[in-house]
C-alpha cells in the first residue's frame, strides 16, 4: 500500500494544497499484478483484482478555494471569462504555466515527482458562454481536451453546453474517478491500473454539500489513440466488457505467433478468465460455434447492416436465433483458439467490411 499522507489548504492563500502531516504506511511500491483497494464517493471500499480497476488507500489532497481570488458559488474560484482581463484567468493562467514547466521535468529533474505536481495542482471554474466548445475552451487554457474531459466526467464533447459549469486543472494529465461510472472511465482507468504508486497522486475533488469525488491524477498523461477515437467518435455499440484492457488495437500488427506483419481485424479485451461478455447492441445472434483460430465464437448481426464478433470465449451462453438487447450475456472470456492468454477478440463489421471498434463504441 502506498504512504497516506494528509493534506491541507496552504495559508498563503495561493490556492495550492500544502502538505501538513505524513502518516507512514506501507511504502513498497504497488506491484502490476497485485489487486488494490479503491474507496468510492462514501467511504465504501470496493476491489477489482487481475486487469481490472485498482486504485489504493489513497494519500487525500483537498483542493481550496484560492484566497486571493474568492468564488462567487461553490469552492473553486470561478473565471467570468477567459480573456486576460479577467483576475481569475491570469491566475490560472500562471499556475498553469508554472505546472505545465513541473510536468515537463517530471522525473528529468530531481525532486519533481508526481507528488510535487499535486501539491501545485489547481482548479478553477467557468461557466460555458454561447460560441463556447470544449476544443475552444482547452485551446485558451493551454491544457489538453483529454484533463478537462476526465475531470469533468464528460460523454462526449456536445456535453459541453452554455450555461454549464466547467471545472479547468491548472494541469495536464489525467483524472481516474474512483468509481468509474461509464465506458470510456472504464477505459481510462483497464489502461492505467495496476500503476505503481509513483505515477499517480489521489486528488479529492469538493462538490456540492461537501461531498467531494476521488480521482487517481496521472500529471502530463493524455489519451492514447483508442480513447480519444471512442470519445471523439461516440457510437452505436457499447463495449462488451465492463473491466479490461485492450492489449491489441485494430489494424497493422506484428502477428503475436510468427512476427511477421498482420492485419488485425479487431481489438484484444484482456480479462481474466471466466468474466462476462455482453452484447454490444441489438440483433440477433446468427452464428455460434468453434473455430481453429477463433475458438469459441458468437456472431450478432444489428441493424444497419452491421454485425459483431466475439471470440476466444471459455464458454457460449446464447443460442442461434436468440434476439438479444445490448448488455445481454452471452459468454465468459477465454482463451479457446490461438491465443496468447484470457481476452476477448471483438470485431465489428458493416457491409462485408471491418471496421475499427474504437471509432463506433459509445460511453
Not at 462526449?156 to 453546453?161: E, L
Not at 483497464?190 to 469525488?213: D, H, K, L, N
Amino acid at each position: 500500500m502506498p504512504s497516506a499522507y494528509a493534506y491541507a489548504c496552504s495559508p498563503d492563500g495561493a490556492g495550492r494544497a500544502s502538505k501538513a502531516a505524513a502518516q507512514k504506511a506501507d511504502n513498497k511500491s504497488m506491484r502490476p499484478e497485485e489487486p488494490r483497494q479503491a474507496f468510492g464517493q462514501n467511504g465504501e471500499t470496493m476491489t477489482r483484482r487481475g486487469g481490472g480497476l485498482a486504485l489504493a488507500l489513497f494519500a487525500t489532497l483537498i483542493l481550496c478555494q484560492p484566497r486571493s481570488v474568492p468564488a462567487r458559488d461553490g469552492p473553486f474560484p470561478d473565471i467570468s471569462q477567459m480573456d486576460r482581463r479577467d483576475d481569475a484567468f491570469r491566475q490560472y493562467i500562471a499556475d498553469v504555466e508554472a505546472n505545465r514547466r513541473l510536468t515537463f521535468n517530471l522525473n528529468r529533474r530531481q525532486g519533481i515527482t508526481v507528488a510535487t505536481i499535486a501539491e501545485s495542482l489547481t482548479i478553477f471554474s467557468y461557466t460555458v458562454r454561447e460560441g463556447d466548445s470544449l476544443l475552444s475552451i482547452a485551446a485558451r487554457s493551454s491544457i489538453p481536451f483529454s484533463a478537462l474531459v476526465s475531470l469533468n466526467r464528460l460523454g462526449s464533447a456536445a456535453d459541453v453546453r452554455p450555461g454549464m459549469t466547467l471545472l479547468l486543472p491548472s494541469a495536464p494529465g489525467i483524472f481516474v474517478p474512483g468509481e468509474p461510472a461509464s465506458d470510456l472511465e472504464r477505459l481510462l482507468a483497464s489502461s492505467r491500473f495496476p500503476a505503481y504508486e509513483e505515477e499517480w497522486a489521489a486528488v479529492v475533488v469538493p462538490g456540492a454539500a461537501g461531498a467531494g469525488t476521488v480521482f487517481s491524477f496521472f500529471p502530463g498523461d493524455d489519451f492514447s489513440q483508442p480513447e480519444r477515437a471512442f470519445f471523439l467518435n461516440p457510437g452505436f455499440f457499447r463495449f462488451p466488457l465492463l473491466n479490461f484492457r485492450i492489449t491489441s488495437g485494430y489494424g497493422m500488427r506484428s502477428d503475436p505467433f510468427g512476427g511477421h506483419p498482420h492485419f488485425h481485424r479487431g481489438v484484444d479485451l484482456a480479462a481474466p478468465m471466466g468474466t462476462e461478455i455482453f452484447a454490444a447492441a441489438d440483433g440477433e445472434v446468427v452464428e455460434t460455434g468453434f473455430d481453429r483460430v477463433l475458438g469459441y465464437f458468437v456472431r450478432i448481426r444489428h441493424a444497419g447492416n452491421w454485425m459483431s464478433l466475439y471470440g476466444h470465449m471459455q464458454r457460449i451462453g446464447i443460442a442461434v436465433g436468440t434476439q438479444v438487447r445490448a448488455g445481454t450475456l452471452i459468454g465468459w472470456v477465454g482463451t479457446t483458439g490461438v491465443s496468447t492468454g484470457p481476452h476477448l477478440h471483438f470485431e465489428l463489421w458493416q457491409g462485408g467490411q471491418t471496421r475499427d471498434p474504437a471509432r463506433y463504441l459509445r460511453q
